[in-house]
C-alpha cells in the first residue's frame, strides 16, 4: 500500500541540540524525492535530524494486515534508521527503530515489523495502533544525505 507522506523536518533543537539540516522535494538521478541533509552534531546533548509524518492525518492507522514498511531510498553510504511511533507511546523519546545503511544508488529497504527495536518503552510493537513514521540520522556525528523516492506497507 503506498503512503503518501507530508513530511516535515525535526531535528535535536527541539530539546537543545545544534544540528542542522532541512529536507527539500526534488530530483534525484531521474526519481522525484524529499531529500533531508544536514549536519548531525552530538553537542548540547543533541545527536539527530529527521523527517517524519503522521499517518491517517495524525489519527492511528490500523497496519496490523501488512508485514511491514518499504521504502525507496538512495544515500551516501551510511547508515539510517526508520522510526515508528504508535498512539499508546506517551513521550517523545520513545519509538521502535530498525537501522538500515542508504547506499548510493536506488535501491529498495524492505524492514518487516519484527526488524523494529522498542527504544526507550515496555509497549511492545502494535501495527494496529501506527501513527508516525520517520526516517533520522542520529547517534553519530555525521554529514546526513537520504532522499525517499516512496514509501509503503508491504503485505
Known amino acids: 500500500m503506498e503512503l503518501t507522506p507530508e513530511w516535515e523536518y525535526v531535528a535535536d533543537t527541539v530539546m537543545g541540540g545544534i544540528s542542522t ?4 522535494r526534488t530530483r534525484i538521478d531521474g526519481r522525484m524525492a524529499t531529500r533531508l541533509s544536514g549536519e548531525v552534531s552530538l553537542e548540547n546533548h543533541g545527536g539527530f535530524v529527521q523527517m517524519a509524518f503522521d499517518l491517517a492525518g495524525g489519527a492511528v492507522m490500523d497496519a496490523s494486515g501488512w508485514c511491514g514498511v518499504e521504502l525507496d531510498v538512495l544515500g551516501n553510504g551510511a547508515q539510517y534508521e526508520l522510526r515508528l511511533r504508535t498512539d499508546e507511546l506517551t513521550k517523545p523519546w520513545q519509538s521502535y ?34 501513527r508516525r513514521i520517520g526516517v533520522l540520522a542520529i547517534g553519530a556525528e555525521m554529514s546526513a544525505d537520504i532522499s525517499v523516492a516512496s514509501i509503503r506497507l508491504f503485505g
Open 21 to 24: 539540516g532541512g529536507i527539500t
Open 97 to 130: 527503530r530498525a537501522a538500515f545503511d542508504a547506499q548510493q544508488n536506488w535501491q529498495t529497504v524492505r524492514l518487516p515489523w519484527g526488524d523494529f527495536e522498542k527504544r526507550k518503552t515496555e509497549q511492545p510493537f502494535n501495527p494496529a495502533r501506527l
